[in-house]
């Protein structure tokens, strides 16, 4: 299946290799596929390490910019919030199949099993993408991942 749409998560994904991300991404683009970022936030601060980083994206997308989640939130005087645990590790998938995601890549197997679109589970400490029972490293090259994701992508894998 050709990917159309990818989702990439930040934290644990992106900010965890920005180089090997930055090189998804960027054959992304040139394969015509929609990027969008999908994080839990906050937004300036995703905006600015994707800008200086030079990572590219077509959406950016956070949850706790959703009056939904944001209305149902506590916020604490030290900057930190509380969401309920399934509204929070819902929202990326709820996200991916509203907004016809092909396949989302995160760094969380507990997002996995809310996801009817295919996910694929970055393991940054081993180094591979892991879509079910099928595993890449990162050493493989961005195309050979891109194939790696299509398959993915094709059989609905959802971890």
Same mark, same amino acid.
Not at 12 to 35: C, Q, T, W, Y
Not at 71 to 98: I, P, Q, R
Not at 114 to 132: A, E, I, K, P
Not at 133 to 156: D, G, R
């Given at each position: 299946?050709?990917?159309?749409?990818?989702?990439?998560?930040?934290?644990?994904?992106?900010?965890?290799?920005?180089?090997?991300?930055?090189? #998804? #991404? +960027?054959?992304?683009?040139?394969?015509?596929?929609?990027?969008?970022?999908?994080?839990?936030?906050?937004?300036?601060?995703?905006?600015?390490?994707?800008?200086?980083?030079?990572?590219?994206?077509?959406?950016?997308?956070?949850?706790?910019?959703?009056?939904?989640?944001?209305?149902?939130? +506590?916020?604490?005087?030290?900057?930190?919030?509380?969401?309920?645990?399934?509204?929070?590790?819902?929202?990326?998938?709820?996200?991916?199949?509203?907004?016809?995601?092909? #396949?989302?890549?995160?760094?969380?197997?507990?997002?996995?099993?809310?996801?009817?679109?295919?996910?694929?589970?970055?393991?940054?400490?081993?180094?591979?993408?892991?879509?079910?029972?099928?595993?890449?490293?990162?050493?493989?090259?961005?195309?050979?991942?891109?194939?790696?994701?299509?398959?993915?992508?094709?059989?609905?894998?959802? +971890?």
């Amino acid at each position: 299946m050709k990917i159309r749409k990818l989702g990439v998560d930040f934290h644990g994904v992106i900010s965890k290799n920005p180089s090997l991300f930055k090189e #998804i #991404i +960027s054959e992304a683009f040139l394969r015509k596929i929609e990027v969008h970022i999908i994080s839990g936030g906050p937004r300036k601060y995703i905006e600015r390490y994707l800008s200086e980083h030079h990572i590219l994206y077509h959406k950016l997308w956070c949850i706790i910019d959703e009056p939904e989640i944001n209305e149902k939130t +506590s916020f604490f005087a030290d900057g930190s919030f509380k969401v309920d645990d399934v509204l929070w590790d819902s929202a990326k998938a709820k996200y991916c199949a509203n907004h016809n995601i092909d #396949i989302h890549i995160d760094d969380s197997k507990i997002y996995g099993s809310y996801f009817t679109t295919s996910y694929c589970q970055y393991v940054d400490d081993l180094h591979v993408f892991t879509c079910g029972n099928n595993t890449i490293s990162t050493n493989h090259s961005v195309a050979q991942i891109f194939t790696f994701l299509e398959q993915c992508a094709t059989t609905k894998i959802c +971890s």
